[in-house]
């Protein structure tokens, strides 16, 4: 059993810069993939970025590519989305999850086997 609690979330301005934060516990971090998604209000959840479980290997949505940052720490067991120049695009509820039957990157949710509880992003125009 593998629990996510994401962090960093809040309300910020176009152009600023958030970090998301996610915490796993349970199981071998460096062993499963993981990733953050996103839902906006009235749209279905969609990929955001996704790492592999050494951190060697990354993917990006291209609506996020060059503005956003996944990485992870498996020291502390936690991963990382760093969001540069937010727009108000951006603005919803971030997910990270975690596929531990596989240690390369995962690109569809279905393949995903624990999610966290979420994190709103809001940006302002």
């Known amino acids: 059993q593998v629990q996510l609690v994401e962090s960093g979330g809040g309300l910020v301005q176009a152009g600023d810069s958030l970090r998301l934060s996610c915490a796993a516990s349970g199981g071998t971090f460096s062993s499963y993939a993981m990733g953050w998604f996103r839902q906006a209000p009235g749209k279905e959840r969609e990929f955001v970025a996704a790492?592999?479980?050494?951190?060697?290997?990354?993917h990006y949505a291209n609506p996020v590519k060059a503005r956003f940052t996944i990485s992870r720490d498996n020291a502390k067991n936690t991963v990382y989305l760093q969001m540069n120049s937010l727009k108000p695009d951006d603005t919803a509820v971030y997910y990270c999850?975690?596929?531990?039957?596989?240690?390369?990157?995962?690109?569809?949710?279905?393949?995903?086997?624990?999610w966290g509880q979420g994190t709103q992003v809001t940006v302002s125009s």
């Open positions: 790492i592999s479980g050494s951190g060697s290997s990354t």
């Open positions: 999850a975690a596929d531990v039957h596989w240690v390369g990157v995962t690109l569809s949710q279905n393949e995903y086997d624990y």
